[in-house]
Nanobody, 122 residues
């Protein structure tokens, strides 16, 4: 199994930036696709971004494309989400995810962190 712990959330004004980090522990971390999901109050959890096992492929939700960047450092067992030009609608709890394939259906059945709150004020 993989254990995931998110950090870096907080309060930021619209147009600002935050960098989320996810620290992973467990065996065979580098073989997992890593991603981020988010869940706003009263809404279902939604996909944000994913990166494959070696970091050579990424995919983003349309709502964050061009503003967010996902990256990973397998030597440090971490994955990050750089969030720029933040909007109030980005407000949500952000969850780190690990899965055996960079597919949303597979990620949904994968491992999850506890989440970190991101609040964007207008």
């Amino acid at each position: 199994q993989v254990q995931l712990v998110e950090s870096g959330g907080g309060l930021v004004q619209a147009g600002g930036s935050l960098r989320l980090s996810c620290a992973a522990s467990g065996r065979t971390f580098s073989s997992y696709a890593m991603g981020w999901f988010r869940q706003a109050p009263g809404k279902e959890r939604e996909f944000v971004a994913v990166i494959n096992w070696n970091g050579d492929s990424t995919y983003y939700a349309d709502s964050v494309k061009g503003r967010f960047t996902i990256s990973r450092d397998n030597a440090k067992n971490t994955v990050a989400l750089q969030m720029n030009s933040l909007k109030p609608e980005d407000t949500a709890v952000y969850y780190c995810n690990a899965a055996r394939a960079p597919l949303i259906a597979t990620m949904t059945r994968g491992y999850w962190g506890q989440g970190t709150q991101v609040t964007v004020s207008s």
